[in-house]
Nanobody, 127 residues
């Protein structure tokens, strides 16, 4: 069964840090572009960071709002992608989802391109 499972969310003070994990089963994550998307109440789901599958279009991409604060990485031995989130702000509060696509690289990756979605993990940044 092909699935993604997110973990690591929780409640954190502004300026704090969280590390989210996206673990894959049933497929090899290295062959997929992985995007993290977030959705706050009443808002559209938006891309945050992305890490490409290997190939000419490989690399990473970050939304302007998180550049310098969030870092995406892979651990292929664990078949897992991580999102390190530092200097968190209240505006980062959302449900965070990881999504895998075998069809695209990070440039232009939007939710409709995803093949597999995780169930999401809640991140709440509040004082």
């Amino acid at each position: 069964q092909l699935q993604l499972v997110e973990s690591g969310g929780g409640l954190v003070q502004p300026g704090g840090s969280l590390r989210l994990s996206c673990a894959a089963s049933g497929f090899t994550l290295d062959y997929y572009t992985i995007g993290w998307f977030r959705q706050a109440p009443g808002k559209e789901r938006e891309g945050v960071p992305c890490i490409s599958r290997s190939g000419v279009g490989g690399g990473t991409n970050y939304a302007d709002s998180v550049k310098g604060r969030f870092t995406i990485s892979r651990d292929n031995a664990k078949n897992t992608v991580y999102l390190q989130m530092n200097s968190l702000k209240p505006e980062d509060t959302a449900v965070y989802y990881c999504a895998a696509s075998i069809y695209v690289y990070c440039a232009g990756y939007v939710p409709r391109d995803a093949t597999y979605w995780g169930q999401g993990t809640q991140v709440t940044v509040s004082s």
